[in-house]
């Protein structure tokens, strides 16, 4: 017997989508185009999600952005010419909450204080809590606690960055991601122009805050000698020679912000996009009294606001939202009338891989096309392997199953990290540590590093309704790069993810059979007519999976053992003309 689940041809196939930095393969962008327009992956891709290193930025491999204007050190005209002559399509991503501090807005506050043209482009932290809250002895708001306990935090501690104005004054920022300050050394003759300071004094006095600043402790408490009672005048000397490193929450009730916004939709339309990936957004609205994590209606509000700029530039929005299942805001956003990510899948699949199951895969495969669901689907990406979404959840006295059980999410959760990934969490209110908000491993290793599960892992990947997205370290079956994972400070577990591929490893890639298989799969998803018509899921054994996408006389059928991982795509086009794939390879 075969369900046939109601047509719904909305974006069911628009290409397949390669991901990658500017650099991930050989040395900036150039390489990549080069790859592209090969004749092996000719026809492999429709769309090319390009990480925002695109654009010229300081922190957090890209998502701290200085501007969109493009980072010509990998980035050149050329490539875009290259791009709009393969007919690729771009995706690029907004950066909705934030920008780096070392942006022309923050800069042109911290030199004109008040007196910035900018001084409401960013969120006065004391100026946002008014009397919703008590002063510390710091000189920041502390919120009420009614309102503490509803702040969702991506660190143990207040959202704040303190910033030194032109005045002296330091002024408490909304800072909801990373920052760092820092201080450069103090120079020969930074001191001797404070009246009473000896010259010997002011030369050790300075030689002690150089050793504490290379030794990489708080120079503020250094010990500077005999200079001690002109220690107030010595901090100011050597606050000038303050730096900061992070990401500054924008003031989203400014109109600045939004003229900001629809330029910079603007420039990506000009640059070839087709897709804006919305990243953060749900931090963007902030009210008092309400939570500072889609909040509604205000993220609503934002969200229809911006769709309104897109749509003036012939864009589609992504926002991108990591939430259990089980809040139901996957099927709010996709209500909406936006696409979402589908951050279920990549779990689901290990799962039903490791377990040899379709019953949670085929729940979810169901939703999505019985709800006409437009996602972005992906196995591996620049980010984790997300987990906390398939939890359920309560919500409003009510709870609402996961898609996985909490049992068989830390299963998952263990398998990858016995198979070597690393975990990374989050803070809930009062700084409360979230556990197992995502896995970080390449997904060839989260899956064993088995050839086979990675093939059937696509090939389910590709049959699932969406447009699928394909990180270039799966495609090459990349492995756990535990040591780059250790040099890197913040952000560092997820270098496990990211090797830079030489120009070497790509020709020696191209010669492996799980790659050449993986270009074969995706050039039939990426071509075929079947992809653009009506999904069938036929009954079963749960340890057996068989989907059908038929358009016309065009077809295409996926089986598989989820036991054992052999499958089959038997295809037939638009003149009757068949053909079968079979995995593993006859003699293999």
């Known amino acids: 017997m075969t369900d046939k689940v109601k047509t719904n041809t909305q974006a069911s196939n628009n290409g397949v989508m390669f991901n990658a930095y500017p650099d991930s393969i050989g040395t900036d962008l150039s390489d990549t185009m080069n790859l592209l327009a090969d004749g092996s992956l000719r026809n492999v891709f429709s769309l090319f999600y390009v990480l925002p290193t695109f654009f010229n930025s300081d922190l957090d491999r890209g998502f701290s952005i200085i501007d969109y204007d493009l980072n010509n050190e990998l980035v050149s005209r050329d490539d875009l010419q290259v791009a709009a002559r393969l007919k690729f399509n771009f995706k690029f991503d907004l950066v909705l909450n934030h920008m780096s501090v070392g942006s022309n807005q923050f800069q042109d506050m911290l030199r004109h204080g008040d007196e910035s043209a900018y001084r409401d482009f960013f969120i006065d932290w004391n100026t946002f809590w008014g009397e919703h809250g008590q002063m510390g002895a710091d000189g920041y708001i502390i919120p009420d606690q009614q309102h503490l306990d509803r702040l969702f935090m991506r660190k143990p501690e207040l959202p704040i960055l303190k910033v030194r104005f032109p005045d002296g004054t330091e002024r408490p920022y909304w800072n909801t991601f990373y920052q760092e300050i820092n201080y450069r050394p103090l120079a020969t003759g930074d001191l001797e122009g404070i009246e009473g300071l000896s010259g010997q004094a002011a030369t050790r006095a300075t030689a002690a805050i150089n050793d504490v600043i290379a030794a990489g402790g708080n120079p503020t408490g250094a010990d500077i000698g005999h200079a001690e009672p002109f220690r107030n005048l010595v901090m100011e000397a050597l606050e000038q020679n303050r730096q900061y490193l992070g990401q500054m929450d924008l003031n989203a009730q400014s109109q600045q912000v939004w003229d900001f916004y629809d330029e910079t939709l603007a420039k990506l339309k000009g640059y070839g996009a087709s897709l804006v ?81 379709s019953k949670h895969l085929l729940l979810w495969i169901h939703e999505l096309y019985e709800k006409g669901i437009q996602t972005v689907n992906m196995l591996g990406c620049h980010d984790g392997i997300p987990v906390l979404d398939l939890a359920g959840k309560e919500v409003d006295g009510v709870y609402r199953d996961g898609l996985l059980s909490k049992q068989q999410i830390d299963d998952v959760i263990e398998r990858i990290l016995d198979r070597g990934g690393r975990i990374k969490n989050l803070y809930g209110a009062n700084g409360k540590k979230i556990a197992y908000y995502q896995v970080n491993a390449t997904y060839f290793s989260a899956l064993g590093e088995d050839e086979q599960k990675l093939l059937l892992a696509r090939a389910i990947q590709l049959f699932t309704p969406g447009i699928p997205q394909v990180w270039y370290l799966d495609l ?19 270098e496990i993810n990211r090797t830079t591929l030489t120009l070497d490893d790509i020709q020696q890639g191209l010669g492996r059979a799980v790659v050449l298989d993986q270009l074969e799969l995706l050039e039939l998803r990426n071509t075929h007519p079947a992809f653009d018509g009506q999904l069938e899921i036929h009954d079963s054994d749960t340890q057996l999976l068989k989907i059908s996408w038929r358009n016309g006389e065009a077809t295409a059928t996926l089986e598989a053992d989820l036991l054992d991982h052999a499958f089959s795509i038997t295809c037939s086009d638009e003149s009757g003309g068949e053909t079968r794939l079979r995995f593993p390879r006859a003699g293999t």
């Open 476 to 494: 090459f079956a990349g492995k756990n790069d535990y040591a780059a994972a250790d040099r890197g400070s913040t952000g560092g577990h997820k």
């Open 277 to 357: 990936r919305l990243d953060a957004f749900a931090y963007l609205h902030k009210e008092v009294g309400e939570s500072n994590f889609f909040n509604k209606p205000g993220t609503w509000d934002y969200l229809d606001r911006l769709k309104q700029l897109a749509l003036k530039h012939g864009l589609t929005l992504l926002p991108e939202i990591h939430a259990e299942y089980g809040s139901g805001l996957y099927e709010e956003v996709a209500s909406n009338g936006f696409p979402i990510y589908d951050f279920f899948l990549p779990g689901l699949i290990i799962d039903a891989l490791d377990r040899g199951t």
